[in-house]
């Protein structure tokens, strides 16, 4: 008969986690590509995040291994000034705000009935 011993590891990673928030330049770049018929291959991720952004109303927390990788998604918007990264959540900015109200809108009370 063989033993075999399980041992938990000696240390934890711990798992941080950032924050991703939309800027009125990445709501102008949504809005942009919301009427067009067809969105090009190489917006096509870019323009994913930006509309989780927009329905999570503004705010997503993102794994920081995402971040940190060299080509992510997340890179790229920051990058290009359509999203903030930060370690906490801040509040975004009224603008920001009344743009994604606009976008979003209520359901119509009919839904919940």
């Known amino acids: 008969?063989?033993?075999?011993?399980?041992?938990?590891?000696?240390?934890?990673?711990?798992?941080?986690?950032?924050?991703?928030?939309?800027?009125?330049?990445?709501?102008?770049?949504?809005?942009?590509?919301?009427?067009?018929?067809?969105?090009?291959?190489?917006?096509?991720?870019?323009?994913?995040?930006?509309?989780?952004?927009?329905?999570?109303?503004?705010?997503?927390t993102v794994p920081a291994k995402q971040v940190d990788q060299k080509n992510s998604v997340v890179n790229r918007a920051c990058a290009r000034g359509y999203v903030n990264v930060d370690e906490r959540p801040r509040r975004i900015p009224e603008e920001v705000q009344h743009k994604i109200g606009a976008m979003i809108d209520e359901a119509p009370r009919w839904i919940y009935a």
């Open 1 to 60: 008969m063989v033993r075999i011993i399980v041992r938990a590891p000696k240390t934890r990673s711990v798992q941080r986690k950032r924050y991703a928030m939309i800027t009125l330049k990445g709501i102008e770049f949504a809005e942009k590509w919301y009427a067009a018929r067809e969105i090009p291959s190489h917006v096509t991720r870019l323009y994913q995040l930006l509309l989780g952004l927009i329905w999570m109303w503004g705010i997503m």
